[in-house]
């Protein structure tokens, strides 16, 4: 079982390729229900906090709508949450004898989070992981180009955990490959997940390009489509990636003069 924590937006469907057959609301900042809409079965549930579902088959990815925006923490895998441990208040109505219970199910929550808090906290405690972004603006006639790239003589590997894309346009597409040509700008927008720590040595790279650069089946890998602006499509969530030196993982624009907003989270490790 996983937790995870998302940022939705206003209108706006995120893609969430975690796998299992339960899915559980542990937080929301509000009291409203959100969707969930379970990718094998194609079934939508309204979700609140406390509340579960349970797929009728393993699903490989769901996606989450909200009228409003919010923040909420789901818990995720094979299996229910289940804990018969509740805490709470209960009050009893002098008058009517009627009484009011107000339990929460905090011991099976609090176990999930002390164990991811201990898990990060010894990664962030290794001032190994980092985090970047690059925005970069359309250019008439060209595809926009945002990579990840390893450079030569790092002395690391880079573990790419983390790939989220934002289409910027009504409908349109990104593509995901293999290209391990650096991109012509380096960005800055990369940080430490330590506050404090050193500097990454894998960079985060740009290039408004003539061509798409990753298209054939020697270099795409995936691709996404959209009918929604401002979609976010994360690439890699659960199933990590790994750069050598002198390798880059690129995403590319399929639109013309369309800005590209692109998102990394990555580990390093000594060769």
């Known amino acids: 079982m996983r937790t995870k924590q998302f940022i939705l937006e206003a209108g706006n469907a995120s893609h969430v390729p ?28 309204e979700m609140t906090t406390g509340l579960g579902i349970e797929s009728s088959k393993p699903f490989t990815g769901f996606s989450l709508l909200s009228a409003n925006a919010r923040t909420i923490t789901l818990a995720v895998g094979s299996g229910r949450v289940d804990d018969g441990r509740l805490a709470g208040s209960m009050s009893v109505d002098e008058v009517t004898n009627i009484v009011s219970l107000d339990l929460v199910d905090v011991i099976t929550v609090n176990k999930l989070l002390e164990r991811d808090e201990s898990k990060y906290y010894d990664t962030l405690n290794n001032q190994d992981t980092f985090f970047g972004y690059s925005s970069l603006s ?60 050193a500097a990454p040595s894998g960079q985060i790279r740009s290039q408004n390009a003539v061509t798409q650069l990753i298209t054939g089946a020697a270099h795409a890998q995936a691709v996404a489509n959209s009918t929604i602006v401002n979609d976010k499509f994360p690439f890699i969530e659960e199933d990590w990636l790994l750069l050598d030196e002198n390798k880059g993982f690129t995403l590319v624009n399929g639109n013309v003069n369309t800005a590209s907003l692109v998102h990394f989270e990555w580990m390093e490790k000594a060769k």
């Open 18 to 45: 975690m796998t299992g057959n339960y899915i559980r609301c542990l937080a929301d900042t509000r009291s409203d229900a959100f969707t969930v809409e379970v990718k094998e079965t194609g079934k939508v549930f």
């Open 138 to 197: 359309g250019a008439a006639s060209n595809y926009t180009a945002i990579q990840i790239f390893n450079p030569a003589a790092s002395g690391v590997y880079v573990i790419v955990k983390s790939i989220i894309a934002t289409i910027r346009i009504t409908t349109g597409t990104i593509m995901f490959g293999i290209y391990d040509t650096a991109l012509t700008t380096n960005e800055t927008t990369l940080r430490n997940k330590f506050n404090g720590g």
